[in-house]
């Protein structure tokens, strides 16, 4: 399976910014790599990105992804991004239920399984977000909820769950600069891993990212898991270089 590195811009940029970045990727990808790669940026800049992508031959191998999307496909549902339009925009993924949707728009699990359902039935395939705050963590919690959350989205989706991309990020290593050790981390990967393929008969398909502060120091020692398939970047992917060193640890 090929690894997936997935840079999410957060609330980050601007047309002038986007454009240099983007510009310093393209001088870095001197050829093609042996790993997906993507960026997920916010929705107002998806055109500017695209744009830029056609522009330069070294970016055809970087999928554009959004940030976020409405479990509703149109409607009077002001604000809302339907994943319909995101398609339209030339998107191959949108991340759902991302740690900072849960925590500041109260996103539950169902939500955020018909938000996936909504992107799969469009076209677009969900980054599908799970992970623990270090309250839970400490209290021993770990597993009981990546399990409930994966629950969710694997009973609203059945056998379309094959087709979504499942990111672990642990709460507590996402802007903070813990990271869980790669240990920690295939600990997860591995039950959640088990709970796919307890699920379908393809759970083989489905890329399980790490998403908790993966930067260019540490990435090789995370993507060298078993069932780490690649990453969702945060800050990391806001720095040309950096991100490019992430590209190439997946690569090995």
Known sequence: MKKLIAGNWKMNGSLAANEVLLTELAQGLTSQPSCDVAVCVPAPYLAQVQALKAAQAALSCVEVGAQ????????????ELGAGMLKDLGCCYVIVGHSERRQYHGETDLLVAEKAK??????????????????????????EVVKRQLAAVIHGNGHCISEIVLAYEPVWAIGTGKTASPEEAQAVHAVLRAQLKAATDQSARVKILYGGSMNAVNAASLLAQPDIDGGLIGGASLKAQDFLKIIAAAQV
């Open 118 to 143: 909504a992107a799969l039935a469009a076209g677009v395939t969900p980054i599908v977000c799970i992970g623990e705050t270090l309250t839970e963590r400490e209290a021993g919690r770990t597993e």
């Open 68 to 79: 976020d999307v409405s479990a509703h496909a149109s409607g009077a549902y002001t604000g």
